[in-house]
Nanobody, 121 residues
Framework: QVQLVESGGGSVQSGGSLRLTCSAS????????MGWFRQAPGREREEVAVIERDRTTRYADDVKGRFTISRDNANVTVYLQMDSLKPDDTAMYYCAAASTYGGSCTPFSYWGRGTQVTVSS
C-alpha cells in the first residue's frame, strides 16, 4: 500500500524559508514521479513542483526561483525547499506520487494528508 507522509510545515514571516519533507513507502519509489501540490482556502488545488524519475523538474510560474524540489531515492524521500516565502504561499501542501508510462508521469493518484504552511506579512 502506497503511503506518503509530509512534514516540515509551520508558520514563518514573509521572506523566510521552510523545507518540506515527504517520506514514501509501499511502492517502487525510484520509478515514480513525485510532486508537491497546495490548496489555499477557497481555491482549487494547484501543482507547485514535480520531479520525474530522471530528476527532470518543473515548477509553477509563481514559485520559480524560490522553491526547489529534490528527491533522495536511497532514503525514499522528496523535499521541497521554499525560500523567499510570501503570504500568498499560505496553503496546505500535499505530497503526491504517480507511476510512469512511456517515460512520462501518469496522473497523480497517491496523496499524503498534507502539512500546513502559513506565511505572515
Amino acid at each position: 500500500q502506497v503511503q506518503l507522509v509530509e512534514s516540515g510545515g509551520g508558520s514563518v514571516q514573509s521572506g523566510g524559508s521552510l523545507r518540506l519533507t515527504c517520506s514514501a513507502s509501499g511502492y517502487k519509489y525510484s520509478s515514480f514521479c513525485m510532486g508537491w501540490f497546495r490548496q489555499a482556502p477557497g481555491r482549487e488545488r494547484e501543482e507547485v513542483a514535480v520531479i520525474e524519475r530522471d530528476r527532470t523538474t518543473r515548477y509553477a510560474d509563481d514559485v520559480k526561483g524560490r522553491f526547489t524540489i529534490s528527491r533522495d531515492n536511497a532514503n525514499v524521500t522528496v523535499y521541497l525547499q521554499m525560500d523567499s516565502l510570501k503570504p500568498d504561499d499560505t496553503a496546505m501542501y500535499y505530497c503526491a506520487a504517480a507511476s510512469t508510462y512511456g517515460g512520462s508521469c501518469t496522473p497523480f493518484s497517491y496523496w499524503g494528508r498534507g502539512t500546513q504552511v502559513t506565511v505572515s506579512s
